[in-house]
Every structure is written in C-alpha cells, then in structure tokens.
C-alpha cells in the first residue's frame, strides 16, 4: 500500500529533460519536484501523527524541570529575563534539531523497501529530492514549535507574542531544519545502515547542542567552546529566536540570516552529490 501511494505521488514530478527549458523554467520545475517530495514526506507524517507528540516529550521537560530548576539557581546570567524565558527559544531549536539530525532514517528506510531506488531511477533533478525531503523535515519541525510556543503560553513565559515575531520565528525553524536535515541525509548517504547512523546521530546531536548558545550566553563559555559555538549554524538560529520571540528585534538580523542560508546552500549541495550513493 506504501509503494502505491509513493507511485502516485511520484507520478506528479517533472521531467525537465524532456524539452529544452530556459532557466526560469529549471528553477519552476526543481521547486514542482521539490514540492511533490515534500508532500509525499508529509503525507507519511498523517499517517503517524503520534511521532509529533512522542518527539516532543523531551523538549517539554527541558523547558518544564530543567527551566524551572535553573531559575531559581540565578547562576546563568541572563539579562533582563528569567532564565526559563532565556531557554524557551534553545528549547525551540533543540527539538527542531532532534527531529531534523535523525530524518536520514526515512531514506535509509525507502532504500530497505525499494521506495528510493525507484525515485531515484527518475529524471528528476538530485537536489530536488534533498530539498523536498528537507521541506518535509521542516513541516515536522513547525509541528513541534507549534506545541512548545503552546506551552510557553501556558507557562506565561515572557515572550513577545506578535504575529510577525512567530512568522519570522517559523521560518527561522525551517531553514534550521533544511540544514541539519539536509546533513542528517549526507550522513546516511555514507553510512547506509540503520544501526551505525544511530550510533553516529546520538553522538552529533548533543555535542551540537552544548556547544551552541541554546541554554547559556556564549560569552560566559571557556575560549575553546565559544570558536565553535561561533561556527556552530545553531548558535545562529537560537540568537535569531531569541531576538524575535523575546527582543522584538535582532541586531545582527543580516549576519545571523547570511550564515544560515549560506549554510543550507552548502549542505544542500553536498547532501545532493551524496544523496545517490545510499544505493550503491
């Protein structure tokens, strides 16, 4: 029944070599294509609908014990806001990342039916399916965010709660999610197997978490760990967060914005000369 779904679905992409396209005409195709893998991606989440809220057990205590133990602490400096409020958008980022980190599963696991080699033999551009199975892990992630920013209301935690905060806020999350998406997929791409990504995933994720400014300032960590919060796309996406959900603004909105996307870029196209390997 699975195979027949994604038979159908796959009969929506576009086949851009059958004519001579102009350059707007690639770009229109490879987001169709792109489109249609995400909504394949997707259609796979409704099916299954309690991965959303088993997934976000671990944020919400994050945010719920270890929050409220640690404001009461007034160990971590944090401004003008409780340290529960400073966390909030590091909880947003971490769960983002958690789902996003092990999402090379899902090909992994289209490679073991038979799904990806029949996608695969396609014309359809590679990149198209990375970035649609990027959007797809970014749907799952605006899902989570959706639950914490419900808690948060909940908690009266202190954040500005404006429509364009929130939009800016989800868009922020999606781009996060192509990016450690996008990774998660070259790192399946290599490693082919179920069990060593795993073992590779839990090993990346929580170093990856630590070493960002998620759940304290940057500025107090020893010189080492603040080069690579520095370099870590995280620490980027917590600040953009932080700035819309508690400041109202970012100051380094420009920078924060430049090295996400160059980030997604980079990844995308390294995950896209990967992504056929995983069936050879």
Known sequence: MKCDRSESASSALVDIKQYNPSPLSTFTAYLANSFTIAEMEIRKLRHDPTELFTRAIQPVLWLVIFGQALSRVRAIPTGSVNYQTFMAPGILAQSMMFISIFYGLTIIWDKDQGILQK??????????????????????????????????????????????????????????????????????????????????????????????????????????????????????????????????????????????????????????????????
């Open 119 to 280: 996608l695969i033999a396609m014309p359809v551009p590679r990149p198209a399916f990375v970035t649609g199975k990027a959007f797809g892990a970014g749907v799952r992630a605006v899902s989570q965010v959706i639950i914490i920013l419900l808690l948060s209301l909940l908690m009266d935690i202190n954040f500005r709660w404006s429509a364009y905060g929130i939009l800016m806020s989800i868009i922020t999350i999606i781009f996060g999610s192509i990016i450690f998406s996008s990774l998660s997929m070259a790192l399946a791409a290599i490693v082919k197997s179920r069990e060593r990504f795993m073992g590779i995933g839990q090993v990346i994720t929580m170093p990856l978490f630590f070493a960002s400014n998620a759940i304290y300032p940057i500025s107090i960590m020893p010189r080492w760990l603040q080069i690579i919060a520095r370099i870590n796309p995280l620490s980027y996406i917590v600040e953009l967060l932080r700035g819309y959900l508690i400041n109202g603004s970012v100051p380094n909105a420009g920078f924060d914005w430049l090295v996400i996307i160059s980030a997604t870029i980079i990844i995308q196209i390294i995950a896209a000369g990967l992504y056929p390997k995983i069936v050879t």
